[in-house]
């Protein structure tokens, strides 16, 4: 079982729609995510963390933690075109103090 | 505030060869970590640097090395590539080793190209 698993996609949705991307991880003791966007043939960028079980809202964007079940989303409103990049979920190991990178889900939004 | 920089920015080497990259952190950050990432396999942790010393390497083997100097700037060396080797090189700088990760930016990266 990899420590990070995210739906491989692609996934493609219309523009003005919601996109879900999901994110599972193995360490139970994990305390810290993350949401990186990459855009192709460019470095990651953070748009967001979470800590605690629930959801944070930033502007477009919500991600969503449920610890029990292991679970992380992200979910981004009225998609736009400027949102398609591929999606990392990243999950630091307290142990370790490293931070795991999911594979990534690539999203594409249709105009 | 400079980002991270990375240098160069694209690399073709052969098989056996020897190559080295180097990241200059944020103005400030003392942590600068390595990732590899090839095609389909995602961000790998390869090393982590703080304060000239490293702190913890991923599962790659000893090939790969690197350092970080005074100025907190750091070189990854990769010897006798494989082809499997080819992958985009990411370095990344965090504030220090207890801050928050958020504070984790990643540079440009470097692309290898082992022929």
């Known amino acids: 079982q990899k420590e990070v698993e995210q739906n491989s996609g692609p996934l493609s949705v219309p523009e003005g729609a919601i996109a879900s991307l999901n994110c599972t991880y193995s360490?139970?003791?994990?305390?810290?995510f993350f949401w990186y966007r990459q855009y192709s043939g460019k470095s990651p960028e953070l748009i967001m963390s979470?800590?605690?079980?629930g959801d944070k809202e930033d502007g477009r964007f919500t991600a969503q933690l449920n610890k029990a079940s292991q679970y992380v989303s992200l979910l981004i409103r009225d998609s736009q075109p400027s949102d398609s990049a591929t999606y990392l979920c990243?999950?630091?190991?307290?142990?370790?103090?490293?931070?795991?990178f999911g594979p990534g889900t690539s999203l594409s939004v249709i105009p | 505030e400079a980002g991270v920089t990375q240098s160069p920015t694209h690399l073709i080497k052969t098989r056996g060869q020897q190559v080295t990259l180097r990241c200059s952190p944020i103005s400030g950050h003392t942590s600068v970590y390595w990732y590899q990432q090839a095609l389909g396999l995602g961000l790998q942790f390869l090393l982590w640097y703080d304060e000239g010393e490293e702190r913890n390497r991923g599962n790659f083997p000893p090939r790969f090395s690197g350092r970080q100097f005074p100025n907190y700037s750091s070189e990854l060396n990769v010897n006798a590539l494989e082809l499997e080797d080819s992958a985009l090189y990411l370095c990344?700088?965090?504030?220090?080793?207890?801050?928050?990760?958020?504070?984790?930016?990643f540079g440009p990266g470097t692309r290898l190209l082992v022929l």
């Open positions: 990243a999950v630091l190991k307290t142990s370790y103090d490293k931070v795991i």
């Open positions: 979470i800590y605690s079980n």
């Open positions: 360490d139970r003791g994990s305390q810290s």
């Open positions: 990344a700088s965090r504030r220090t080793s207890l801050g928050d990760w958020e504070t984790q930016y």
